[in-house]
């Protein structure tokens, strides 16, 4: 199947390079990047298919990416130039560009893997080209080892903020056996994640729900572990949201992070009374497990 697909070429200030960088990821994109005109400036060149539209003009095109940009809370570039590319299968390619990922407990593959299966693992099936967070970046490597570094613990109702590709709802469900209530904010990753969850045979314990942060649930909605991969900046503003839905005795996993903005994520959580139960550092990326007292 042919898709349309665009380049968009943009010039960023180097501090928020590796912030567009993790949003581009979890938006499907194919992103490289080299130094800008300036040395405190990066240049990217991302390729991404404009989702749900056959024939897509520049202006539908380019307010996508304003929106992306508002989603994520991202600064604006400061050069940009949006292109379309020639027609061709992209999700074939990009196919078959996912190699299998060796996680912890976890092993991860696309539809068109056909090597073996590690019979000890919990094995999650993803399209890299149809997921937001296929578990190649950084990020969600934490998140599946941080998982696995609680897997003796005990659990009864998950929640994923920002469920993307729905695969961090799927690997809980693996290795708990708890139902799990997936909220994001882009309705494309409702759908897959939900037909991920369908792909993997867990639909009957994960609940994937369209929303921003934890605007969709009740006020007494109580969970004993908390998934929230998403950037610095929102985790800080809904650390009290956490702090409120996280049963006494839970713990929340929170990334998307790097690492020098680890101590402000960690604190804002402090301030509601979370405490720091273990730290993973990754290319630069931080995982951070908080737990609640009994």
Known sequence: MNESIWKWNIVVATKDQPLYVYALNEIGAAVSYGVGGHKDETSLEVTLPIRDIKSCEQSQAQGKLDQFLTDFCLSLPLKAELEKLPEKDWLAENRQSFP?????????????????????????????A?????????????CLIALDYLKDKSFKKALDVGCGSGILSMAIVKLFKVSVLGIDIDPFSVTTATDNAKDNKVENLIN????TGYVPLKSDDQYDLIMANILAGP??????DLAAHLQKGGYAI???LLEEQEEQVVQAHAEHGLKVAKVFHLD???TVILSKDA
């Open 235 to 240: 985790l800080c503003d809904m650390a009290g």
């Open 284 to 286: 630069g990326w931080s």
């Open 130 to 142: 149809l997921a937001f967070g296929s578990g190649e970046h950084a990020s969600t490597k934490g």
């Open 208 to 211: 994937i729900i369209e929303g």
């Open 100 to 128: 299998p990922i060796d996680v912890g407990s976890f092993f991860i593959h696309g539809s068109h893997y056909d090597g073996a299966i590690p019979q000890e693992k919990h094995v999650l099936k993803i399209d890299a």
């Open 254 to 256: 929170l990334s998307g």
